[in-house]
């Protein structure tokens, strides 16, 4: 069974700050891994997808890093700001989605 | 365009009774995905359907749950006899895969809060 944890559970930074999450899973053999955003009593907003063939990924101030064979992932959220605010998942896909218990961010104006 | 879709956002409910959850998945999504969150577990699967291909129900916590999907279109969780144990966010998400050699990008729903007194 795929086991996937998240480190650090909170983390608190000032507003510029870069942040750093970090994601490891158990079993390497996924389609691809996703990382989401959880805002209080909301559902689940995709950021970025990484194909397993893929090394990392990148959105705007989001760059996602994926090295399969040792089972890591890292979510980089560059010039972070207030609104930055919110749970970080990370699901490992193998046709279904296998979470971690998140990263709680807040980041602090 | 629309994303996912859930109806009730909340339900309230006594034990023993049954309740049914919808998911209206974006339009043209062939995959549909039923998750849920709870304070103890975090974020579990339930269920998965693809196309016409019998469902995945690897993730059913016990024989009180159910699915369906109808049309290849909506679906409804159905829960019989809720427990106490059984509140929860329910989440549902679909995917695109036609064409595409490995899963796609899930888009989630808004959930529905289920608490069971």
């Known amino acids: 069974k795929q086991e996937v944890t998240q480190i650090p559970a909170a983390l608190s930074v000032p507003e510029g700050e870069n942040l750093v999450l970090n994601c490891s899973f158990t079993?390497?053999?996924?389609?691809?891994l996703q990382w989401f955003r959880q805002d209080p009593g909301k559902g689940l907003t995709s950021l970025l997808l990484?194909?397993?063939?893929?090394r990392e990924q990148t959105s705007g101030r989001l760059n996602a890093s994926l090295d399969k064979s040792s089972g890591r992932s890292t979510l980089y959220i560059a010039a972070s700001q207030p609104g930055d605010s919110a749970t970080y998942l990370c699901?490992?896909?193998?046709?279904?989605?296998?979470f971690g218990a998140g990263t709680t961010v807040t980041v602090r104006a | 365009g629309a994303g996912v879709s859930q109806s009730p956002s909340n339900k309230v409910t006594e034990k023993g009774k049954d309740v049914e959850l919808r998911c209206d998945p974006i339009s043209g999504h062939t995959a549909l995905y039923w998750y849920r969150q709870s304070l103890g577990q975090g974020l579990e699967f339930l269920i998965y359907?693809?196309?016409?291909?019998?469902?995945?129900k690897s993730g059913l916590p016990s024989d009180r749950f159910s699915a369906e999907r109808t049309g290849g279109s909506v679906s409804t969780l159905t829960i019989q006899r809720t427990q106490q144990e059984d509140s929860a966010v329910y989440l549902c998400?679909?995917?695109?895969?036609?064409?595409?050699?490995?899963?796609?990008?899930?888009?989630f729903g808004p959930g529905t809060r289920l608490t069971v007194l």
């Open positions: 359907f693809q196309g016409n291909s019998a469902p995945d």
């Open positions: 079993d390497s053999a996924i389609y691809n």
């Open positions: 699901a490992v896909d193998d046709y279904k989605l296998s």
């Open positions: 998400a679909s995917s695109s895969t036609e064409g595409l050699a490995s899963p796609d990008t899930q888009y």
């Open positions: 990484i194909q397993s063939s893929q």
